[in-house]
């Protein structure tokens, strides 16, 4: 079998074909020469590349404002890209009786 050539470090999306449980490998399943076990179900060699997660652009959805301490979404709820920060906001100040 070819092992599975890719252009720099990039991770793999996998599911499980019995439980559905989601995972992110750091090679192609078939390229491990150790068995592998899935997180969720404990069932060794049922993982396979999600085809539609490995597609899709994951970084350009991803945010580094100071809206939080961590890598998250784009206008996520605390996000400062989100148009609704202000709103936010002003809500929750209002709510824990800060702003009158």
Known sequence: MKPHTLTGPRRRHCRCRVCHGRQVKAKH???YTRRIRC???????????DKWADNRGWRKYTC?????????RIRSEFCFENPHYGD???RRLTAYGVMA
Request: include cysteine.
């Open 29 to 31: 399943p078939n390229d």
């Open 39 to 49: 997180k969720h179900c404990g069932r060794f060699d049922t993982l396979a590349v």
């Open 64 to 72: 580094y404002c100071d809206g939080y301490h961590f890598p998250h």
């Open 88 to 90: 936010h906001e002003a």
